[in-house]
């Protein structure tokens, strides 16, 4: 009895992780996503595509949109068989969600597109279209076309997802130090990807000084309180250096030496 | 917990969650070196640096919990090889800090940037641009608080 019983137990054990590796792969429907998002962000061709793709569809009535989603569908097939299930569902989120800018942004015009899409895209579809839809009208709320811009449904919705990008960045500029008076999307993001290798160097740096700190006096971490983070108060070295021997304080005096070198160059850097 | 007794500490901040998880990785390593004599051959050292970093980043990311898309990143790294999950991407960094071929095309730091940020290579820019910014700010407090535990074991 006892092989089997191990072996399940290695089996819950193995399940965690699998968990986890599933909990991973949920996050990648927005990977779908992206492969619009970056396709818009080449540039306006990318989503231009798109538009007139969409409209075809529209127009052509149901046949044609079946046929464009089973192309579609095809297409994801060949670069990518893997993930052929959870890339088509994505394919019709997209398309869907597309199509319900685009038929909300010009509801008179062809507002049986919609009607048309919802009958196609199926039942299954049905929950994630419904949070899809629930989203999109928040952008035609503060996006409006000033004298001279474009009016048509997807110059919107690129203006809306140009505008919540630049929102986004203005976060990230007001995090990173000095990123305030750049101005261009090239050079902040020049500024954070700097910024972030800075603090990465940071944390390779106080690493390899722990770690020097650690092979000296190994003792004063593990009984190091975690509270001292809060209340600097307690000395823990102060009584620690006494019953150390000479030669390892004059090690420390010039790792101390080097501390301040780095020390220096984190001021420099941040 | 030895931190909620302390009322100058909340204990549910990444901060101190971070420097718990982080000093109880260290003390790990360092019990685990207790038994060997000091390394002092280099590399030994570089390895242990090396393990206090993997540490360092992994408590961060199990402070902030799987919420976040990087975290989940670097525990999944984590769990696939626990040796050499942060190697490659410092590395890479260095390496491009060094030469800094960098292009004025808005593309080209947009893929930096998904290598920077751990998950960040199937990810809407949008998203992305979240990410980065609690990566950021999560590096920062790591950084604040391994000094503060440099300082506090060095002075």
């Known amino acids: ?6 072996n399940e137990a290695s089996f819950i054990a193995a399940a965690n992780p699998s968990s986890y590796s599933l909990a991973g792969l949920l996050s990648f429907p927005t990977g779908g996503g992206l492969r619009m998002g970056s396709l818009g962000l080449a540039g306006g061709d990318g989503s231009l595509e798109e538009s007139t793709a969409t409209e075809q569809s529209g127009s052509r009535g149901a ?39 685009k038929s909300s942004g010009s509801r008179d015009e062809n507002g049986g597109s919609k009607t048309e899409t919802e009958e196609i895209s199926g039942t299954s579809v049905k929950p994630v279209e419904e949070k899809s839809t629930a989203e999109p009208p928040k952008d ?46 090239a050079l902040v993001l020049d500024e954070i990807i700097n910024y972030i290798q800075s603090l990465q160097r940071q944390v390779e740096f106080l690493s390899m000084k722990l770690e020097a700190v650690n092979s000296r006096l190994s003792p004063t971490i593990e009984g190091f309180p975690s509270k001292d983070l809060a209340a600097p108060t307690f000395d823990p070295n102060g009584m620690l250096y006494g019953s150390q021997p000479a030669r390892e304080y004059a090690r420390g005096s010039q790792a101390e030496w080097l501390h301040m070198q780095i020390g220096s160059g984190f001021e420099r850097a941040t | 917990m030895k931190i909620a007794k302390n009322p100058h500490t909340n204990p549910t901040s990444i901060k101190t969650r971070f420097a718990l998880r ?37 408590s961060m990311a199990s402070a902030v919990g799987p919420n976040k898309a990087w975290s989940r990143a670097v525990l999944r790294k984590i769990r696939n090889r626990t040796k050499e999950m942060i190697k490659p991407r410092t590395r890479r960094g260095a390496a491009r800090g060094s030469m800094n071929p960098r ?31 609690h990566y950021i700010q999560c590096l920062r407090a790591q950084v ?6 440099l300082h506090y074991s060095s002075t």
């Open chain 1, 140 to 185: 035609y709320i503060h996006v409006r076309a000033r004298r001279g811009q474009a009016t048509d449904s997807h110059s919107l919705a690129e203006r809306a997802r140009r505008e919540k990008i630049s929102e986004r960045m203005k976060i990230l500029q007001d995090l990173v130090p000095g990123c305030n008076k750049v101005i261009g999307k």
């Open chain 2, 22 to 58: 982080f000093l109880r990785a260290i003390n790990k390593l360092s019990n685990d070196n207790g038994t060997s004599p000091r390394p002092l051959n280099s590399a030994d050292r570089r390895k242990r640096c090396r393990a206090i970093r993997a540490a360092s980043y992994a």
């Open chain 2, 103 to 133: 292009k004025e095309l808005g593309l080209g730091q947009e893929k930096e940037l998904r290598e920077l940020v751990p998950g960040g290579e199937a990810m809407d820019f949008r998203r992305l641009l979240n990410e980065t910014g």
């Open chain 1, 63 to 101: 046949n044609g949109g079946a046929k464009r989603r089973r192309d579609a569908a095809n297409s994801f097939d060949d670069t990518s068989s893997k993930l052929v299930s959870t890339s088509s569902a994505n394919q019709d989120l997209n398309e869907s969600d597309a199509k319900h800018m």
């Open chain 2, 144 to 149: 604040q608080v391994m000094r503060k535990i």
């Open chain 1, 1 to 6: 009895m006892d092989p089997p019983l191990v």
